[in-house]
């Protein structure tokens, strides 16, 4: 016996006498290492069979009609005929202990299988004998360590299939469902979805997998994140400065939808607002995600709208303007040689691409949007003196805004 089955909960005492049972195998009683059964048995190919496990203590087989009930419910499920009476099957079982001379601590294990097939697929209907019925008995006496130890107990974090899918009251031979629960368990781990229900959504554990910021292995047919890479992960996740007000909270009183907020706050017009998913916050709430701003700047935007001032985004443009702009800039791109153009876009260089293009276009100042998409021409060099700010944008404040706003009208 090895160490993984001491720690196992069906970890028993070695008994030599097992050596020299008997097994019941359709009908005949045969040593050990002859209770062979066909490579074409469906139970072999398919785990298609159903099976019960008995104790018998002190001379009685403890729920045998329990055990009886479920076996003949199982095999009807699945159209087994096991052609044999719950009497003649009874009668099997105590030959069987009779056989090896049992009267206490032993656990018997009732096999039916479909039988025999004329060859190895799916189908019941090829099946072509009687049902294979084998009866192990051995002598399993729990390990006194474990006795006197106990047993830890834990709540698994996999879960099984639902009776919709794969129903576990059928005992059936099939026991991968439950075989990859107990090695995931045994791994460690846990799977996207619990993973997804801590941090308030799937797809944001999904991405960070995807992304390899997230380890993850494969148990069966789950995604299992070990335990140190889940906290880890969660360690370093995103979090706003310390009693910062989420934006989305600010739509109500500002009159304004959530998403146009997010939106605003992604073209930088909400000053000082951070970009954050939070561990245990519902993933973003919009395709622009989820904003985070200091509660007095909050305040303040609060006051200004009571006090029917403008708003930071009032007439800024919004994405669908910026696709106009873009294309319009896109097309009529002056030549690397155009040196206002290399101010304006200063040493990062000009947009990438249009993410990065809705990043810094929204700051620049009016002048120096005019000239982006005025069309070129050679004579064309300081159309519209740059503002200084054409560089990389910095994170907007409110006296910027105020600034640009003046900018405009001078
Ligand atoms: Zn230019």
């Known amino acids: 016996m090895t160490d993984t089955t001491q720690g196992s909960a069906q970890g028993y005492l070695a008994d030599p006498r097992n050596e020299q049972v008997l097994v019941y195998l359709n009908g005949d009683f045969v040593p050990r290492d002859q209770a062979r059964v066909s490579v074409f048995d469906a139970g072999f190919g398919l785990g298609d069979g159903v099976w019960e496990g008995l104790r018998l203590h002190r001379g009685r087989l403890i729920s045998l009609q329990a055990h009886l009930d479920r076996l003949y419910e199982g095999a009807r499920s699945i159209a087994i005929d096991i052609g044999m009476s719950r009497a003649q099957l009874t009668d099997?079982?105590?030959?069987?202990?009779?056989?090896?001379?049992?009267n206490d601590g032993a656990h018997l294990r009732l096999m039916i299988t479909r039988g025999v097939k004329r060859t190895v697929n799916q189908d019941p209907r090829f099946v072509i004998g009687p049902p294979t019925v084998v009866i192990v008995a051995e002598y399993k006496t729990p390990r006194p360590e474990s006795k006197a130890r106990g047993m830890t107990l834990f709540t698994s974090t996999f879960r099984t299939s639902g009776p919709d899918v794969f129903d576990l009251r059928l005992n059936s031979h099939s026991r991968i469902n439950l075989i990859g629960l107990q090695s995931g368990d045994v791994l460690g781990g846990i799977t996207?979805?619990?993973?997804?229900?801590?941090?308030?959504?799937?797809?944001?554990?999904?991405?960070?997998?995807?992304?390899?910021?997230?380890?993850?292995?494969?148990?069966?047919?789950?995604?299992?994140?070990?335990?140190?890479?889940w906290a880890a992960w969660k360690a370093r996740h995103a979090a706003p400065p310390e009693g910062w007000v989420r934006l989305s909270t600010l739509r109500q009183p500002l009159g304004i939808r959530s998403d146009k907020l997010s939106e605003?706050?992604?073209?930088?017009?909400v000053p000082g607002a951070v970009r954050c998913n939070p561990f245990g916050v519902p993933g973003p709430s919009t395709q622009f995600g989820t904003w985070y701003?200091?509660?007095?700047?909050?305040?303040?935007?609060?006051?200004?709208?009571r006090a029917g001032r403008p708003m930071p985004w009032h007439g800024k443009p919004l994405l669908d303007n910026l696709r106009v702009t873009y294309k319009l800039w896109a097309q009529r791109r002056h030549p690397a040689t155009c040196a206002t153009c290399a101010a304006i876009w200063g040493e990062a260089g000009p947009p990438a691409d249009f993410e990065d293009y809705v990043a810094r276009y929204p700051a620049l100042a009016h002048g120096a949007k005019r000239h982006l998409t005025l069309p070129w021409s050679p004579g064309l060099t300081v159309a519209d003196p740059p503002s200084s700010r054409g560089g990389p944008p910095k994170p907007p404040a409110i006296s910027r805004a105020q600034h640009e706003l003046s900018a405009r009208k001078g």
């Open 192 to 229: 996207v979805a619990d993973a997804g229900r801590e941090a308030g959504s799937t797809a944001v554990v999904h991405q960070a997998i995807q992304k390899g910021t997230l380890a993850a292995h494969k148990v069966g047919r789950l995604l299992v994140i070990p335990h140190e890479a």
């Open 92 to 102: 099997a079982l105590m030959q069987t202990l009779a056989k090896n001379g049992m």
């Open 293 to 305: 701003i200091d509660p007095k700047t909050a305040g303040r935007l609060l006051a200004d709208r």
């Open 264 to 269: 605003f706050a992604r073209m930088g017009y």
